[in-house]
């Protein structure tokens, strides 16, 4: 698969662009004014930058395809990448960015705040935002008939990561603006320090958010309950199959499952298929007492019913991925 049509590309890429510019103009608008609130918007924005560097790196090795080692292919790179720009968040974000917060409060420092700083967040907002719509787009576009919490369940976490960090940073850019205005007009820097503290306290959610998500991929979540419900409602409307014993799941990728599920075969409906037109009853009649022709046709027989009971099973499987193309990998055992 191209990378470039990948699940998230487009939000990650997007996004990465954007935070490089914002980044650079922050950090200009730190030194030039000392504030705290836009030293935590700097710090985001780096924090933002190394993330949807990992992300990008995720979604390129998820995209090599099995062998030998992984015969299911890598498609889990993308959770494990996405887990680590999550902690960085969590760590370098949210971590410095309140440590900052908290020593404004204990030392207090003055702020010079221009009107330098108030233009830097208002184009970092309007940059933040146009990312975002551009994130909600694609997560809405693949998801059409799920509800937000069905999205956040199984829809792409690069994705999602994205859409959280230019929410927050859209948050954090909305606090930082009126910290910084707070600050110069009452002339107390304590708001500046608060400020930071919210923002860290922003990426800090988001954080665990995004670890709860893809720790959920990497411990090999089960595929949404009512494609499960739709698989087992085609096994067992088929005549060959008895009932549904066991069932198992995995999601192996975005849209992408494996099915694993022991079933019990109705011999009653493979017999009838197998000598259908009274063919059993011509047989009978060929044998015609003879012991060595009825041990050949045991034989015979014992042949014909496992490779009939593969077909109709190759069958079914055939039908589940025609009918649901998410399922690429199903495994069915014979009770």
């Known amino acids: 698969m191209n990378t470039k049509n990948s699940h ?24 030039s004014t000392g504030s705290g609130a836009l030293f935590s918007e700097a710090v985001h924005s780096v924090a933002d930058v190394f993330n949807q560097i990992l992300l ?3 979604i390129k090795k998820s995209q090599r395809p099995s062998d030998g080692d992984f015969h299911y292919g ?22 410095i960015t309140i440590y900052h917060g908290v020593v404004g409060l204990l030392h207090k420092e003055d702020v010079h705040v221009g009107s330098i700083a108030l233009f830097i967040l208002a184009t970092s907002f309007v940059i933040e935002l146009g990312t975002f719509f551009i994130a909600l787009r694609e997560l809405r576009a693949n998801n059409k008939k799920r509800k937000w919490k069905d999205i956040f369940s199984y829809g792409d976490p690069t994705t999602i990561a994205v859409l959280l960090e230019d929410a927050v940073a859209v948050l954090g850019v909305s606090v930082a603006f009126f910290s910084i205005l707070l600050s110069r007009y009452t002339g107390n820097p304590i708001w500046d320090a608060m ?7 922003l990426l800090g959610a988001m954080a665990i958010v995004l670890i709860n998500i893809n720790r959920g991929f990497l411990m090999r979540k089960s595929i949404p309950e009512e494609i499960e419900e739709k698989v087992i ?21 975005i849209g992408k499952y494996h099915i694993k599920c022991e079933v019990e075969i109705n011999g009653s409906a493979l017999m009838r298929k197998m000598y259908r037109k009274d063919a059993l009853k011509r ?4 044998i015609d007492g003879d012991y060595d022709e009825f ?17 109709r ?16 990998h199903i495994d069915i055992e014979v009770n």
């Open 283 to 286: 047989e009978f009649e060929e």
């Open 195 to 201: 400020g930071s503290i919210v923002i860290g306290v």
């Open 8 to 31: 998230g590309f487009l939000p990650v890429f997007a996004a990465l662009a954007g935070n490089v510019f914002i980044m650079i103009i922050k950090w200009f608008g730190f030194f």
């Open 74 to 95: 890598y498609s889990n790179e993308r959770f494990f990448w996405a887990l680590i720009s999550a902690c960085s968040i969590f760590f370098l974000g949210a971590g």
């Open 313 to 328: 099973i190759d069958d079914v499987e055939k039908k589940i991925k025609d009918e649901i193309p998410e399922v690429r």
């Open 56 to 58: 990008m790196v995720g």
């Open 295 to 311: 041990l050949r046709f045991c034989v015979d027989y014992a042949d014909r019913v496992p490779r009939m009971i593969g077909t």
């Open 233 to 253: 409602e085609i096994l067992e409307g088929d005549p060959a199959i008895e009932k549904v014993i066991d069932f198992k799941s995995v999601v192996i990728d």
